[in-house]
DNA sequence: CGGGATTTTGATTCCAATCAAGTCCGGTGG
DNA sequence: CCACCGGACTTGATTGGAATCAAAATCCCG
């Protein structure tokens, strides 16, 4: 099978990375990166395992979590189409990784990276950049949870979802309510409450659960303080 | 605003630096670094300025945070002597950071960066090392924050940093509670409070206010849950 | 010492968690 | 096609933990 990234691939910043890793690679070289399709809420890799490859999402969302001794459990990432994760900086990963949706992914052998790095100028300095917006993702996420209200945390929430999205109008959400709680530092109960506000205030429309039309962007922008 | 550096020195630093950015420096390239004395709560750089610097911290301890517009202040990190701070991934600073206490601090022009990771093997991978290190310590400060009992992040905090302490019995906290507390998405009275508990459920001792000696460490590592 | 900032402690309030029913799909089989 | 099932979601009532409001105690630092 052969990767099909193109569709995907002009997005953004890891767009630029993939750009080195995957520019000779149209099926010649398999060896470069092997595509692997997991289904919805199967793990990917778990936290603690040996982090021998790394991953670009084709298509599906990804989330990184951790989970604490009595169930709770924390998310800290959603990865959509284009993505990267499971780049570590140890040995092993500090996260696990699961599918929230059907995925197809490449996984590449991490091994070929430092190799990378130091051989090619152009490779290290996106690699850099990579790192550096990954750094970036998190602080905004950490930024995301300390002291803000239900109403803010949701509303930056959806922001990020509808700036990601090509319609900003209406944004498709692949995870649960569970999935975004966990992700806000909220109960499925306060997030669901707060959307029926923001329904009730006229800022989105939930036509479906999943389905989310935003009727006044600037309100919701306000919403994220 | 410019930084306002109380400032005088322009020695070269000859060690205490990054080993990658001055491996080779002995004296002979007072143009890789100029050091500078910030003292206590000034400001070092503000969200939005443009990024043409950055700084690794001789001693002292710096926090980077960001402002809302109801006041509410959000820390993001703390950073002390060896830590490298204000490295951004776009044009301008995303958060502001500021002296919490009396700091000296050496300083790099940005644009040696680019010409260092695309030439030097050794110091884009170290480039690359610190960028993925500083991704680990925001997804771990979010991971801090989302869904935890005041008591948890403050058994968190307080590992941290006897951690990063030689004397691992005593830790001498530079910061006041509200640093504390905005670092940690808590009030000031929170902080104590959770603090006071802990010293009466013997965990540990407050001498001084700043000053906390583990009493029982591996208590406080499961109170981190 | 003295005075202001920092910290601690206390009383009350409020937001989100918890506990508890419902409701709404989306799929499945009769 | 439709009835039913089960998981996901919403809504309601109550509780609980941290915020807020308020005041005292302590620590610096001159």
Redesign the interface.
């Known amino acids: 099978m052969a990767p099909q990234i193109s569709a995907t691939q002009s997005r953004t910043e890891q767009g630029l990375l993939a750009n080195i890793f995957l520019r000779q690679d149209t099926s010649a070289q398999p060896h470069m990166g092997s595509v692997q399709n997991v289904s919805q809420d199967r793990e990917i890799f778990a936290e603690g395992d040996h982090a021998d490859c790394f991953f670009k999402i084709v298509s599906g969302v990804v989330r990184t979590c951790?989970f604490?001794?009595?169930g709770?459990r924390?998310i800290?990432a959603f990865y959509v189409a284009g993505d990267i994760f499971g780049?570590?900086?140890?040995e092993d990963y500090?996260?696990s990784a699961e599918a929230v949706t059907d995925c197809t992914l490449i996984v590449y052998r991490r091994n070929k990276i430092?190799a990378l790095?130091?051989?090619d100028?152009?490779a290290?300095?996106e690699?850099?950049?990579f790192?550096?917006?990954?750094?970036?993702r998190?602080?905004a996420?950490?930024?995301l949870?300390?002291?803000?209200s239900a109403m803010e945390k949701v509303a930056g929430f959806l922001l990020t979802w509808a700036q990601a999205s090509a319609n900003r109008k209406t944004v498709s959400l692949a995870m649960t309510r569970q999935d975004i709680g966990?992700?806000?530092?909220?109960t499925i109960e306060t997030v669901s409450r707060t959307l029926s506000q923001m329904e009730r205030e006229n800022v989105i429309d939930l036509p479906t659960a999943r389905q989310i039309r935003v009727r006044n962007l600037e309100m919701l922008e306000d919403m994220a303080?």
């Open positions: 951790k604490l001794a009595d709770r924390q800290d780049f570590e900086a140890g500090q996260l430092d790095a130091g051989s100028k152009i290290s300095h690699l850099l950049a790192a550096m917006r990954g750094m970036a998190a602080q996420h950490s930024l949870l300390g002291r803000r966990d992700y806000l530092g909220l303080a």
